[in-house]
């Protein structure tokens, strides 16, 4: 009998795309049977991307249902945000799973999206279906699921540092700041200003202050876990630097806790879950620690001065925040090991 | 008559002491008659330092100080902490004018200063004397003085960014949360794993966090402005670039404040000095807008939702946060235009 | 009597524009009367350089040749290839000085030009009459003259390694292999995949090998030098970082020369001309040690082993290798010292 | 029967060690039994490598000859010139199998070793029979040998790039110019002032100009392969990037060749070798696409104007240059598919 999963990934030319690809290759039950661009098919994938020379020798399929119906059981949908809302019910109608990397299906609520995607939402009974693939956190209601809608990067790394301290009631929701950092392959592979190489090495910047589209993300899941509604103030900066997220969490503490009762707290929370690795006491991850792999590490520094604590989160924002997840989700989905295909050994230095 | 003021440079080594020569070249009332290096006495400066190469042929001269006191009228000391405590009384009992770099005249409680740079305190006395030389803050106390300690890097950032909403009342100083970022430079010139290229490039880490010797310092000018005892949230990271900080700072407002508000707030309090930049409203500056440079230069996002404001500060470490704004002093201190020697644009791209 | 010369500088938003802008800032005898833009004209030149914020706060103006012969005196063409040949004529018909940054006028013979750029080449009789701008060997030319075509950054770098040696006949013209490096900058403003941050990050590559437009602009020069034709190769890199060329020269020695008495041909061919560097023997240069400035900075390794010597040459290249020579070519066209508003300390570290 | 070879890393604390971990890990025939390091023995590896954490808990061995045999049966010494040459006659002496990543015993004649690498050669007869390791072309001789030699980064991607062409009698072999570029990663973990953040940030600098130690070893080589002495001139610059080398090759082709022959004569010699892969004609490959990899690309430019061909060959100096390929021996020591443990695709971006 053939175990072999056969997986189909449209967005196979962006950043998320060929990270999934990287990874799919080593998975030893997922087969890549089908490599999806819109705007290059045809091409050779390689020919855009030669550091997959003699590895992937495809050429590029179209976005065409019953062609991926036929080749495809999974499909990795790496689209634009308000793409996705319109080929993923196509997809799921196929009788194919799905899981889908953009916003379109983070947001249970359709009004809150249109406010902060400026998109049309999508179908709101699939809003209702997808399940938020936060994987160390939601794992049970993806499992045996064929829908997941994967975490954006930001929200990956705050909530993952977050879930545990607000779930236990040690940190006071209403006083949550996050001061978030990003690589600039985060932008993507559309060039832009804001990508250009001169314009943003040897440049620190802050972007879409008190406005990015992750914030009600991040609310939502932390309204639900806090079981009150919360309100964050969420602010995101590019880093001269390809990979990495690092989120810098202030919140105040609800009674004393040391650094060393956060360390056993979140240990015990991610107890068994082999992507998420708590520092000792006083030790703050640094994003390579993570580089290329899917891990989300996490330290803390409490201030007895001013009564609150700092987390620190990282993750590399296309593994973790991205395919990596999504692979994760597939695992769980199909009720194999999690850590499937995403065995890599961060790359030092 | 002969108006130029002769200068002497102790620490002429570091980047901080380059950079004072940078700018005292072009500066037209003062000559640079004695660079000096405890390390490297009798050696050409251009030979560690060929950018320097045929525009200062000078030898270094050993810290000596009659013969600092015969060459020079004003002394610019880039030593590291503990060692300006000792050399800048000999300095200022030889008659000479002192501006110091260094974090030991800072702090005018000796016990906060051992507290947080594990260093013994310089003399009292002289702790009192000693000008705290935020230019557009305390530059009144500046003029006529003999003696200023120039602030640090992440105070003058983050002081000019608060100052103004916190003398005016909008924010709660018992709110403040400052998150700040800087360019490896702020390491200095001595080699170590934490500013090692292949550790650092392509990584984002926080370091002292809760920890960081400035925050007495931050605390201790923010206190004297609100008229209470402030203790602010203080975390340093370190980005993958050479020059820059940003300072991204929290705050709950008092009342209700737009940020045109703010705008004209910031514009009023800094009128007619021309080296802080306070940006419209909704736009926040980038380290790379003041790369070599002398500014400062701030924006706002205030968040409905949360009452909060973000101010963004960002300087050049090297420029603002050390030698311009030491130079900035030498010339309120001598009742000269404070731009002089300074009118660099910044470098960019 | 005013002595001050108005410019004008058409194609202020490149790069190319702006540090034009930097430099004539600071240039006693220079004022900029119009900044210009066929792309953004009737903005706020600030708006999308705001690190020139409260330094320029002109307006840009569209390209009319009638104002610009109204408002200036001199205009500098930072323009791309194919549109100064056709504006410069009409600039020069309007009675004004022109400056050409663009490769247009640089080669004399058209067809040769057309092979290499593909487009069609500037009047034949403007290509007669442009003065090749390098300024420390054809500064006699320049000098009085009304139109010069500045030197393209490769070439700048390259000749001004090899002149001395091939002028001297030290070196076989033959033999000459040229091996350059350039930070991205050198690629422009313009987005493209080439120069997006995560596709050059961390990354080196190779581009247009032996096709690089400027290959025949390093011929034409040297066979005029050598008086023979002097055929070369010349390979270009991308290096990750955002200014500085550095060309590596190898070539085979006409007998025996040493290190040392290649320094002295070179310090007795540059003799009095303060922006090219000669290093002593055994040291070579780096790119950080002429950025933002406008020298250009030489060193040699002499292999006896092989006959050959290697030499290096580094500019900074938007500053010598475009706007910085061209405002020294102005300086000089004018008759002024050839360093004014040029004498900045390159930015270290 | 267990099939699992034990291996020892000694120098676990460099970069090359920490990378020969980073894929042993996933070596399905190898497992690690000892981290050693002379300087940190007794330490938690990863305490000084916080990426390794939960992945290796492993406390680090000191150098104790009878406890590595003990424990091991095959031992890379990742350790610095000079100590290789006493260690490695121990650990043979011992009966160990031993992958030396040095430079001690790549050069046959200890005359030369002394002349460029300033030490005392290793025992003649070591050297005698130690293996040079560069897989591709060495691989018969390394097959059931118990000691190799792992060649230097620089000549394992110069060497690649120009054997088939010279064994071919393509090109002429005095007239071989190398232009080579490295990442930083290639000086070490050593601090120093060369690899100190803001000195080689935006930088690019030549070093060892025709001195570099590993000049000897390509002339070895090539003259072995050529069948008569060959000297090169060969230049090294760094690149302000952490990964990868760039060797840039100049020759005179003898006769007349073009690119697609070039491509062909490569594919034949390198034929069912997966590490090597050779693009098509007119396209270069750049260091990212073999980031992280095994992987060593190449691509060619012919110049019909000059009689010469560029041969642009990339690697990971970590990988292919290090650790790679001392595993890629092991595996053809032992008899196993070369690639066992090495299939990770480059990390792009």
Same mark, same amino acid.
């Given at each position: ?8 990934? *449209? ?5 998320? @795309? ?20 819109? %705007? %290059?098919? @045809? ?32 499909? +990795?949908?790496?689209?634009?945000? @308000? ?30 999206? #249109? ?27 993806? #499992?045996?699921?064929? +829908? !997941? ?49 001169? $314009?943003?090495?040897?440049? +620190? ?22 079981? #009150? ?9 590019? *880093? ?6 690092? %989120?810098? /969490? ?8 040391? $650094? ?14 082999? +992507? ?12 390579? $620690? *993570? ?6 590490? =996490? ?9 609150? !604590?700092?987390? =620190? ?19 769980? /989905? ?16």
């Amino acid at each position: 009998m053939n175990t072999t999963l056969r997986a189909a990934i *449209v967005g196979s030319t962006g950043y998320g @795309g060929v990270e999934l690809i990287r990874f799919l290759i080593g998975h030893p039950k997922v087969q890549i049977t089908s490599v999806i661009s819109s %705007s %290059s098919s @045809g091409e050779r994938l390689s020919d855009g991307f030669p550091h997959l020379s003699e590895i992937i020798t495809d050429t590029l399929d179209a976005v065409d249902i019953p062609l991926i119906a036929d080749k495809a059981d999974v499909v +990795f949908t790496a689209t634009p945000h @308000g793409v996705s809302a319109k080929l993923v019910p196509q997809l799921l109608e196929a009788g194919l799973k799905v899981i889908d990397l953009s916003g379109d299906f983070r947001l249970k609520d359709g009004a809150v999206y #249109e406010k902060w995607y400026k998109h049309a939402p999508a179908d709101e009974a699939l809003l209702a279906q997808a399940v938020y693939g936060l994987s160390e956190v939601f794992g049970d209601q993806v #499992e045996g699921n064929d +829908f !997941v809608s994967n975490p954006g990067c930001y929200p990956t790394a705050t909530l993952l540092g977050l879930i545990p301290a607000v779930s236990a009631g040690w940190i006071d929701p209403k006083s949550i700041i996050i001061d978030a950092k990003s690589g600039v392959s985060g932008a993507g592979r559309g060039t832009s200003l804001t990508a250009h190489y001169a $314009e943003i090495n040897e440049n +620190f910047k802050a972007y879409k202050v008190n406005k990015h589209q992750h914030t009600p993300e991040i609310e939502q899941v932390l309204s639900l876990v806090a079981g #009150e509604p919360v309100t964050v103030t969420f602010t995101t900066h590019l *880093v001269p630097m390809t990979r990495g997220i690092m %989120s810098t /969490m202030y919140a105040t503490l609800n009674g004393t806790h040391t $650094e060393a009762e956060l360390v056993e707290l979140y240990r015990q929370y991610y107890e068994g879950r082999r +992507f998420v690795r708590v520092r000792e006491a006083g030790v703050w991850p640094a994003t390579k $620690e *993570v580089y290329g792999s899917n891990y989300c590490d =996490i330290g803390f520094s409490v201030d007895e001065r001013t009564g609150r !604590v700092t987390i =620190i989160s990282v993750i590399d924002n296309i593994v973790k925040g991205a395919a990596g997840q999504a692979i994760q989700n597939l695992n769980i /989905m199909m009720g194999w090991d999690e850590t499937l295909g995403l065995s890599l050994t961060p790359v030092y230095p």
